[in-house]
């Protein structure tokens, strides 16, 4: 195979066609107009992975309905930080909507719980209570009469013939989003912009120059040309595949970071009938044993103009780290530094490989039966199961060294912020533009005094929302050498 090399230094090289690159194109193409910008997806297409519509559950993540947020239904920081971070993903989409016009890829979709259970009913109760003092969920409502539950989503009730405690709760502001047409369509942006978007584009390898530069190695799979590429700054936004990119570029942040690949079912129906009588998201609580993302909920969607209903998620397992990955993935991610790190992980989750068991020798029969325990009335004739996005886990090192699964989204950035990375799932897209903000401050904190106006006219509450972070959980970075962040242009 030839060389497809170029002399070119480039200023900021995406590594995968997802929300996330995506999002950072879309700030970095506004805040230096003039940086050289590559966009590398190694499908025929952007959004082929998790942040496509049919991938994920498209749930607009703002703490309204997760449980899995907040176990303690005493402290509601995690889901008000999420509202919080939800909220400039808000204005930051509206603000775009002034540069030209955005795909409907939004929805008003009331967010629901549903609980069963004298346990959960007093765990539902007091969770409201809690929230309800911040005015995020001031307008959160709560009931455990079924009559009310049947006017606010008919199909929780009709059928049911158990008669146990029951409660419910809603917000009217939650969202459903098509992350799908979302990143497509910023995508275009950062293209019209001056962005160089290369698909079927698939990089194998990263190494740091002695010059500081990064050099980015990979394979055209359209014309089996290699390709080879110069950066000063790289951001691997390559889903399940992240982790192994990271590693090949030696991030000593990662050492001792494994995955555990999780993928996952659906069942959909689009009969007309049926979709037009549920107009929300509801999530239940969890399986024992079951990770966070494997919260059971009723979803509305709405993807291309089209309505549908989805239930799920049931898990299923693969090595396979991404949708459209190899079976190799996994392996490839095993280091000395982090078998032990597996290992543990394991030992210490037995309770998720028993649900994990379970979840594979499931039958369609039983599966439906959980859809039931949401809908009685189901009918099995309107649903089929479709299969969703594939997802890895992060499992991360202790002070002991032994593994502990995370369930969430977790920035990486090198010491001298030239290479950064995005591992685990959930919130994920739904706080994207708050990730690459926080990634903006950590790697060109020398930048930030001419950024923060341009930033603020694009999320207006952004000074707040970075002052609350500052004072709580990240301590300001050090100022680094301007030759550290010398791309950028007239620095």
Same mark, same amino acid.
């Given at each position: 195979?030839?060389?497809?090399?170029?002399? /070119?230094?480039?200023?900021? %090289?995406?590594? $995968?066609?997802?929300?996330?690159?995506?999002? &950072?194109?879309? =700030?970095?193409?506004?805040?230096?107009?003039?940086?050289?910008?590559?966009?590398?997806?190694?499908?025929?297409?952007?959004?082929?992975?998790?942040?496509?519509?049919?991938?994920?559950?498209?749930?607009?993540?703002?703490?309204?309905?997760?449980?899995?947020?907040?176990?303690?239904? /005493?402290?509601?920081?995690?889901?008000?930080?999420?509202?919080?971070?939800?909220?400039?993903?808000?204005?930051?989409? #509206?603000?775009?909507?002034?540069?030209?016009?955005?795909?409907?890829?939004?929805?008003?979709?009331?967010?629901?719980? %549903?609980?069963?259970?004298?346990?959960?009913?007093?765990?539902? @109760?007091?969770?409201?209570?809690?929230?309800r003092s911040s005015p995020v969920f001031s307008e959160m409502e709560y009931t455990d009469?079924?009559?009310?539950?049947?006017?606010?989503?008919?199909?929780?009730?009709?059928?049911?013939?158990?008669?146990?405690?029951?409660?419910?709760?809603?917000?009217?502001?939650?969202?459903?989003?098509?992350?799908? +047409? &979302?990143?497509?369509?910023?995508?275009?942006?950062?293209?019209?912009?001056?962005?160089?978007?290369?698909?079927?584009?698939?990089?194998?390898?990263?190494?740091? !120059?002695?010059?500081?530069?990064?050099?980015?190695?990979? !394979?055209?799979?359209?014309?089996?040309? @290699?390709?080879?590429?110069?950066?000063?700054?790289?951001? %691997?936004?390559? $889903?399940?595949?992240?982790?192994?990119?990271?590693?090949?570029?030696? %991030?000593?942040?990662?050492?001792?970071?494994?995955?555990?690949?999780?993928?996952?079912?659906?069942?959909?129906?689009?009969?007309?009938?049926?979709?037009?009588?549920?107009?929300?998201?509801?999530?239940? *609580?969890?399986?024992?044993?079951?990770?966070? =993302?494997?919260?059971?909920?009723?979803?509305?969607?709405?993807?291309?103009?089209?309505?549908?209903?989805?239930?799920?998620?049931?898990?299923?397992?693969?090595?396979?780290?991404?949708?459209?990955?190899?079976? #190799?993935?996994?392996?490839?991610?095993?280091?000395?530094?982090?078998?032990?790190?597996?290992?543990?992980?394991?030992?210490?989750?037995?309770?998720?490989?028993?649900? &994990?068991?379970? *979840?594979?020798?499931? #039958?369609?029969?039983?599966?439906?039966?959980?859809?039931?325990?949401?809908?009685?009335? +189901?009918?099995?004739?309107?649903?089929?199961?479709?299969? +969703?996005?594939?997802?890895? *886990?992060?499992?991360?090192?202790?002070?002991?060294?032994?593994?502990?699964?995370?369930?969430?989204?977790?920035?990486?950035? #090198?010491?001298?912020?030239?290479?950064?990375? &995005?591992?685990?799932?959930?919130?994920?897209?739904?706080?994207?533009?708050a990730v690459m903000v926080e990634l903006l401050e950590r790697c060109f904190p020398n930048?930030?005094?001419?950024?923060?106006?341009?930033?603020?006219?694009?999320?207006?509450?952004?000074?707040?929302?970075?002052?609350?972070?500052?004072?709580?959980?990240?301590?300001?970075?050090?100022?680094?050498?301007?030759?550290?962040?010398?791309?950028?242009?007239?620095?």
């Amino acid at each position: 195979m030839r060389d497809n090399t170029s002399d /070119t230094i480039h200023d900021v %090289v995406l590594i $995968g066609g997802g929300i996330m690159s995506a999002t &950072l194109g879309a =700030m970095m193409s506004r805040l230096e107009p003039d940086a050289s910008i590559i966009l590398l997806e190694r499908l025929d297409e952007i959004a082929g992975e998790s942040s496509g519509a049919w991938n994920n559950a498209g749930t607009g993540h703002s703490g309204y309905a997760e449980l899995n947020y907040m176990p303690d239904p /005493t402290d509601g920081t995690t889901a008000q930080d999420i509202a919080r971070r939800f909220h400039l993903s808000r204005q930051f989409w #509206s603000s775009l909507t002034d540069t030209g016009t955005m795909p409907e890829f939004l929805t008003p979709a009331q967010h629901m719980d %549903v609980v069963f259970g004298e346990r959960d009913v007093e765990y539902l @109760r007091t969770r409201v209570d809690t929230l309800r003092s911040s005015p995020v969920f001031s307008e959160m409502e709560y009931t455990d009469d079924p009559e009310t539950i049947r006017e606010w989503a008919p199909l929780l009730i009709e059928g049911r013939t158990d008669t146990g405690p029951m409660a419910a709760s809603r917000h009217h502001a939650g969202t459903d989003i098509d992350f799908g +047409a &979302l990143t497509r369509w910023l995508v275009d942006d950062i293209a019209a912009r001056g962005a160089d978007v290369r698909l079927r584009h698939e990089v194998t390898g990263l190494n740091r !120059r002695e010059d500081g530069l990064w050099v980015i190695t990979g !394979r055209d799979r359209s014309s089996g040309q @290699r390709f080879h590429l110069r950066s000063r700054f790289v951001f %691997v936004g390559a $889903g399940g595949h992240a982790l192994t990119l990271l590693q090949k570029a030696h %991030v000593d942040e990662v050492r001792g970071y494994a995955v555990f690949p999780v993928g996952a079912q659906f069942f959909r129906t689009d009969n007309p009938v049926v979709v037009a009588r549920h107009d929300a998201k509801v999530y239940g *609580q969890a399986d024992v044993g079951a990770p966070p =993302m494997s919260v059971p909920h009723l979803d509305r969607r709405m993807v291309d103009g089209t309505p549908s209903l989805m239930f799920g998620p049931y898990a299923t397992l693969s090595t396979r780290l991404l949708r459209h990955g190899r079976l #190799s993935d996994l392996f490839r991610t095993i280091r000395l530094r982090n078998a032990t790190v597996m290992v543990t992980a394991g030992l210490r989750n037995l309770a998720l490989v028993r649900y &994990l068991v379970g *979840q594979l020798t499931s #039958s369609k029969k039983r599966k439906f039966a959980q859809l039931r325990r949401f809908y009685p009335g +189901a009918d099995p004739a309107d649903w089929s199961l479709v299969q +969703a996005g594939q997802r890895a *886990q992060l499992i991360k090192p202790d002070e002991r060294g032994r593994g502990v699964l995370t369930f969430g989204t977790e920035l990486v950035t #090198s010491a001298d912020g030239t290479i950064a990375g &995005l591992l685990g799932a959930s919130p994920g897209a739904s706080i994207a533009p708050a990730v690459m903000v926080e990634l903006l401050e950590r790697c060109f904190p020398n930048k930030q005094d001419s950024w923060v106006p341009a930033l603020q006219d694009l999320m207006p509450d952004l000074s707040r929302e970075t002052a609350r972070r500052h004072s709580t959980t990240i301590a300001p970075s050090a100022p680094r050498p301007a030759s550290n962040i010398r791309w950028l242009r007239n620095v």
